[in-house]
Nanobody, 126 residues
Framework: QVQLVESGGGLVQAGDSLRLSCAASGGTFSRYGMGWFRQAPGKEREFVAAIGWSGGTTIYGDSVKGRFNISRDNAKNTVYLQMNTLKPEDTAVYYC???????????????????WGQGTQVTVSS
């Protein structure tokens, strides 16, 4: 059973940066595709970014391209989301997700990810 624990959320001002971490346990982290999603109140869960097992392949949602960067450290079983130039519309609960069936393709849709963390709140004030 894979367990994912996010950390690093908080309250920041517009224009600030924040780095989220997601620590994985209970599985073979280095084989998984990993993703970040977010969900604001009253909205559907939105894809943010995903990364392949080696870190060499990444994809991003249109709203965060050029501002956010996903990375991973397989030695630490951790995936990161560096968020720069934050905007109030980035306010949401951010979730880490694992695709344990990863075979090279990264996905934007939540249903492709079988494991989820509990989420961490990010609030960006204007």
């Amino acid at each position: 059973q894979v367990q994912l624990v996010e950390s690093g959320g908080g309250l920041v001002q517009a224009g600030d940066s924040l780095r989220l971490s997601c620590a994985a346990s209970g599985g073979t982290f280095s084989r998984y595709g990993m993703g970040w999603f977010r969900q604001a109140p009253g909205k559907e869960r939105e894809f943010v970014a995903a990364i392949g097992w080696s870190g060499g392949t990444t994809i991003y949602g249109d709203s965060v391209k050029g501002r956010f960067n996903i990375s991973r450290d397989n030695a630490k079983n951790t995936v990161y989301l560096q968020m720069n130039t934050l905007k109030p519309e980035d306010t949401a609960v951010y979730y880490c997700a694992a695709d344990s069936q990863y075979r090279g393709a990264l996905y934007y849709t939540p249903r492709k990810y079988g494991y989820w963390g509990q989420g961490t709140q990010v609030t960006v004030s204007s």
